[in-house]
């Protein structure tokens, strides 16, 4: 966002508290701070602060190191893996204990920031509605920026939604600190189905007045319609899953659908792991946070990188997700005649295993790693060992290797965070046709049956798998297609909503967090199964997020706590 960059400091210290301050018995103009006037008075500010919506406030340690947090985790110390069977984090950071089940509201570990942050941003989005008339901008300007601040509101609605289940619902009002906040109506939870619907239609909304592509004017990492119809399609197919209850498979179908008629996304054929390495205008992108070199994000080579490269360990792939890579002949390790060999674990598996997870004995940066023990350099053996990774492997995915491990402050850290990929909406449509229509017939509407959705994504280039077999039942396409997206979208922060909205997090999550230990044997090496994080737990009450105690008791302890908690 370069055109902004200038004012990206003034604005992120004090745009957000902004709406509804009023002037004390001094009047004194903060130095370090916009007033609302100014900001409704020129147009280059206005747009300025809508463009800062995209980003929040920093609201706990390590969070945001360098910039601004955005939507979700991103990238952060401690990812949003690292609280599922992705991976775990090596220093912890306030994740084990989420991982243990000890999530309590008193103690919400990385997770405790979302309510706080989404209920402050769409009071920010409300504010810039409800006074863009006084802002000097033509009328389609505005009609523009509206269409961006109901996008940007609704996805703060889709983190609230995904993770505590109904939630209140403010509409356009700007609450100011002289309103009654005794009233049971301003913390009213609404049913899930009523959220739904609230943020669906304001996607519609948004969707008709965004541009189809970011032009001059409408920069890289802006709302386009493509990413107004994207959010839809995943939530309409959440709104149908077994944990909501409260739309339909036809209405996924057609939301899915809807981003595939535009026409304007396909599959990256530039190779899997190079879509996640540099800013691009990939066709398979259709909405990310970019970053520039005054605003990184943290390094992930450093990060993440394998300890013997003086790297911190990072989050560490568990085994529990090498496991559900298939053979390159698209059959499951377990299967009869898969060709999985337990001596030589790593051979003949799925590509995207290659270009996700750093496993014993892979090529990086001009040798191979070596998690074995004795005396691998990857291994508690080896240098810095306190880093050593707890499970055997390591995080490939995302990482750069033309940029350093040593020293990379000033150099790395501009990978993109890819929010919404053509990908994703291939997946959406391939879940729901199934459910819908099963696996080979071609939904009313659509062009394409769920099994040559999921086909399209194995094409790629440089990952190609085989083909999804004809005659599957619905069943055992939809064990299938579960199992693309955790391979496909691994560590995009969706394996911890999938299995919630699945209801399967009771069994995937209770399975204990596995590493491998390898052990030399001159030329040979043996494998044994070994535990990196002990007490992993899961509880039927983990399904939702526990509200933040702190809320609850600003709210007067009239907001509902969810269940069990």
Same mark, same amino acid.
């Given at each position: 966002?370069?055109?902004?960059?200038?004012?990206?400091?003034?604005?992120?210290?004090?745009?957000?508290?902004?709406?509804?301050?009023?002037?004390?018995?001094?009047?004194?103009?903060?130095?370090?701070?916009?007033?609302?006037?100014?900001?409704?008075?020129?147009?280059?500010?206005? *747009?300025?602060?809508?463009?800062?919506?995209?980003?929040?406030?920093?609201?706990?340690?390590?969070?945001?190191?360098?910039?601004?947090?955005?939507?979700?985790?991103?990238?952060?110390?401690?990812?949003?893996?690292?609280?599922?069977?992705?991976?775990?984090? +090596?220093?912890?950071?306030?994740?084990?204990?989420?991982?243990?089940?000890?999530?309590?509201?008193?103690?919400?570990?990385?997770?405790?920031?979302?309510?706080?942050?989404?209920?402050?941003?769409?009071?920010?989005?409300?504010?810039?509605?409800?006074?863009?008339?006084?802002?000097?901008?033509?009328?389609?300007?505005?009609? =523009?920026?509206?269409?961006?601040?109901?996008?940007?509101?609704?996805?703060?609605?889709?983190?609230?939604?995904?993770?505590?289940?109904?939630?209140?619902?403010?509409?356009?009002?700007?609450?100011?600190?002289?309103?009654?906040?005794?009233?049971?109506?301003?913390?009213?939870?609404?049913?899930?189905?009523?959220?739904?619907?609230?943020?669906?239609?304001?996607?519609?909304?948004?969707?008709?007045?965004? &541009?189809?592509?970011?032009?001059?004017?409408?920069?890289?990492?802006?709302?386009?319609?493509?990413?107004?119809?994207?959010?839809?399609?995943?939530?309409?197919?959440?709104?149908?899953?077994?944990?909501?209850?409260?739309?339909t498979w036809d209405q996924a179908v057609d939301a899915a659908a809807a981003v595939m008629a535009l026409n304007k996304y396909s599959i990256s054929q530039g190779g899997y792991r190079?879509?996640?390495?540099?800013?691009?205008?990939?066709?398979?992108?259709?909405?990310?946070?970019?970053?520039?070199?005054?605003?990184?994000?943290?390094?992930?080579?450093?990060?993440?990188?394998?300890?013997?490269?003086?790297?911190?360990?990072?989050?560490?792939?568990?085994?529990?997700?090498?496991?559900?890579?298939?053979?390159?002949?698209?059959?499951?390790?377990?299967?009869?005649?898969?060709?999985?060999?337990?001596?030589? &674990?790593?051979?003949?598996?799925?590509?995207?295993?290659?270009?996700?997870?750093?496993?014993?004995?892979?090529?990086?940066?001009?040798?191979?790693? *070596?998690?074995?023990?004795?005396?691998?350099?990857?291994?508690?053996?080896?240098?810095?060992?306190?880093?050593?990774?707890?499970?055997?492997?390591?995080?490939?995915?995302?990482?750069? *290797?033309?940029?350093?491990?040593?020293?990379?402050? +000033?150099?790395?850290?501009?990978?993109?965070?890819?929010?919404?990929?053509?990908?994703?909406?291939?997946?959406?449509?391939?879940?729901?046709? +199934?459910?819908?229509?099963?696996?080979?017939?071609?939904?009313?509407?659509?062009?394409?049956?769920?099994?040559?959705?999921?086909?399209?994504?194995?094409?790629?280039?440089?990952?190609?798998?085989?083909?999804?077999?004809?005659?599957?039942? &619905?069943?055992?396409?939809?064990?299938?297609?579960?199992? *693309?997206?955790?391979?496909?979208?691994?560590?995009?922060?969706?394996?911890?909503?999938?299995?919630?909205?699945?209801?399967?997090?009771?069994?995937?999550?209770?399975?204990?967090?596995?590493?491998?230990?390898?052990?030399?044997?001159?030329?040979?090496?043996?494998?044994?199964?070994?535990?990196?994080?002990?007490?992993?737990?899961?509880?039927?009450?983990?399904?939702?997020?526990?509200?933040?105690?702190?809320?609850?008791?600003?709210?007067?302890? =009239?907001?509902?706590?969810?269940?069990?908690?």
């Open positions: 966002m370069k055109t902004f960059k200038k004012l990206h400091n003034i604005l992120l210290l004090g745009l957000a508290m902004l709406a509804g301050c009023n002037k004390g018995f001094l009047d004194v103009v903060p130095t370090d701070r916009v007033s609302d006037a100014a900001i409704l008075s020129d147009s280059v500010l206005f *747009e300025s602060f809508v463009i800062n919506r995209y980003m929040g406030v920093r609201l706990t340690d390590k969070e945001a190191e360098g910039t601004p947090p955005g939507f979700g985790r991103g990238f952060e110390y401690a990812l949003w893996s690292s609280l599922t069977d992705e991976s775990v984090y +090596n220093n912890d950071d306030n994740t084990w204990l989420i991982q243990r089940g000890q999530l309590s509201p008193e103690n919400t570990g990385i997770a405790g920031t979302l309510w706080k942050r989404s209920y402050r941003s769409i009071r920010e989005c409300n504010f810039a509605l409800a006074n863009i008339e006084q802002v000097p901008m033509s009328a389609a300007r505005k009609n =523009l920026l509206v269409a961006e601040l109901k996008f940007i509101r609704a996805f703060r609605y889709h983190d609230l939604i995904r993770n505590y289940g109904g939630v209140p619902l403010i509409g356009d009002k700007v609450y100011q600190l002289n309103d009654d906040f005794t009233d049971p109506a301003l913390f009213r939870r609404e049913d899930i189905a009523s959220c739904m619907s609230y943020v669906l239609g304001q996607l519609d909304e948004a969707a008709a007045g965004l &541009p189809e592509d970011n032009s001059s004017a409408w920069l890289l990492g802006r709302a386009t319609k493509g990413a107004a119809l994207a959010l839809k399609s995943r939530l309409a197919l959440y709104a149908a899953s077994p944990l909501y209850q409260t739309g190079e879509l996640f390495k540099k800013a691009s205008t990939d066709n398979e992108i259709i909405f990310a946070r970019y970053y520039t070199v005054g605003a990184r994000h943290v390094p992930m080579e450093i990060a993440n990188g394998p300890n013997g490269y003086d790297g911190w360990g990072g989050n560490v792939p568990l085994q529990n997700l090498v496991d559900a890579y298939r053979m390159a002949n698209g059959m499951a390790i377990d299967e009869a005649g898969s060709g999985y060999d337990p001596q030589q &674990p790593y051979l003949n598996r799925d590509p995207r295993f290659y270009q996700t997870i750093l496993y014993n004995g892979a090529p990086y940066r001009g040798r191979n790693v *070596e998690t074995f023990v004795p005396g691998g350099r990857d291994s508690r053996d080896g240098p810095s060992n306190w880093n050593t990774s707890r499970t055997g492997y390591y995080l490939m995915k995302f990482t750069d *290797e033309d940029m350093p491990i040593n020293n990379p402050w +000033n150099i790395a850290g501009l990978q993109p965070w890819i929010y919404f990929r053509y990908a994703e909406i291939l997946l959406n449509f391939a879940e729901a046709a +199934n459910e819908l229509v099963g696996p080979d017939a071609v939904p009313a509407g659509a062009t394409l049956s769920a099994r040559e959705a999921v086909n399209l994504i194995r094409s790629r280039a440089g990952v190609a798998m085989p083909d999804v077999p004809t005659g599957l039942g &619905p069943d055992q396409f939809r064990a299938l297609v579960r199992n *693309e997206r955790q391979v496909e979208l691994a560590f995009e922060e969706h394996r911890f909503y999938d299995v919630r909205r699945w209801l399967i997090a009771e069994q995937t999550e209770n399975e204990p967090a596995y590493g491998i230990e390898i052990t030399r044997n001159g030329d040979t090496f043996s494998y044994q199964r070994k535990i990196a994080l002990d007490g992993r737990s899961f509880m039927k009450k983990h399904y939702w997020l526990p509200i933040p105690r702190e809320e609850i008791l600003a709210s007067n302890n =009239l907001l509902e706590q969810n269940p069990d908690y």
